[in-house]
């Protein structure tokens, strides 16, 4: 492309968030609490006080203002994805958040997140990157342990429930689920960071981050009266386990259902899936996602694993002023990992490619802001491509899973040609 854009200027140093804003960002947030009698648990966290890092599981954005109150009254600056800055990049550096991109490795976020400790602040991540698809644990990277050691700081985590049942990524209407809950818990002092190795913190910070949204809510016994409550779920649950037809599922009001063999299911208050006739294959929506990464497992390793070749169109993020249309290309997800070929509007070829090892999983999207359709998000430091594919024959959340399942098959085949 022709023309050159200003990139967002990753080395601008966090700055404390300004003291006339804290009223507004605790106004902000304090009436979810109110509304879905938020019942927030301590443990361990006596004489806590800042500097520490605190990790946040993901589900919904009302995880950001339970945070702000477990924290309260202490100061905090939050990992933001570049997204998030569209239109308000300045009140967002006002208020302490420090930009990433997604799924990307950044020495300066790692410089960034000192000088956060160093200022006395609380450094907020959320190491999932991601809203969960299903309301369970996403995968964290394996460099959190080695973080944890770098930074020196108490590690403390905040894992909220029932926001996933509130707000699900597959359909962002507000259930108004209350009381919803949230843990926050002293994992490791300054001394534990010291005597373990990162991997020993990795095991305990995964053992810490398992959660299942769905089955909190049914040992709660709290109901969804939202009427179309199954809409958008097929676009998690794109795979049939009763024919095995792929990307032919769809949903409407409290109904799931398959295209190619007609096979239909109920969604109860309590999110539990039934069949309408015929075996139950999954009633836990987890589970139905789960057998959906076993299948994309096996392609995996019998090397067949494909996209095929999608015509897609293309959306960079080179700042958070906005979107730019770079044009229609081809996108192929394979054993090789992610290629996006294609030429913009100047006629110039434009690509990207993200090779397996290069990604441990990544970041989707569902029918964007309403009206975009499904995406992937793919980036560099320099950039970030919202990737639109065209047609029905592909599922974004096949991919993600395939990312996941592709990076850990490099890294046993790799660790077993090593033995």
Known sequence: M????????????????????MPLIVGL??????????????????????????????NAFMDFKVATRAMFPHRANYVVAIDGFIGREQLLRNIGCLCKRKFTSNLRLVKHLRTVIEHG??????????????GTTAVLPDSLGKLCKLLGVPVVTLICHGHHIN??????????????????????????????????LNARLAEAFQYDDYAWQKDRGIRVKYAKRAEGLHKVLYKCPACGAEFRMGSSGAQLFCRACGKRWNLSELNELSAESGPTE????????????????????AGTYSSGELLVTVDSLPNAIGFIRLGDGVLIHDMNGFSVRGVDKDGDEFQMVKDVPSLYSCHIEYDYLGIHGDCIDLNTLEDTW???PHGIDFSVTKMALATEELYQHYWRQKKAKKQ
Do not use: Q
């Open 29 to 58: 947030s304090y009436p979810a609490n109110i509304l879905h009698r938020v019942k927030l648990r301590k443990y361990d966290m006596d004489g806590v006080k800042p500097p520490y890092l605190l990790l946040c599981n993901h």
């Open 167 to 200: 707000s699900p990524f597959w359909n962002l209407h507000n259930r108004r689920i209350s009381p919803t809950e949230a843990e926050m818990r002293l994992l490791f002092t300054k001394e534990d960071l010291k005597a373990l190795p990162a991997e020993t």
């Open 121 to 134: 602040n609380i450094a907020v991540i959320y190491p999932e990157a991601r809203y969960s698809l299903c």
């Open 386 to 388: 919202y990737i639109y």
């Open 2 to 21: 022709k023309e050159e854009f200003i990139r967002f200027d990753m080395g601008e140093p966090p700055i404390r968030t300004k003291w006339y804003l």
């Open 282 to 301: 999954f009633s836990h929506i987890p589970d139905w996602y789960e057998w959906e990464r076993d299948c994309v497992r096996e392609e995996v390793e």
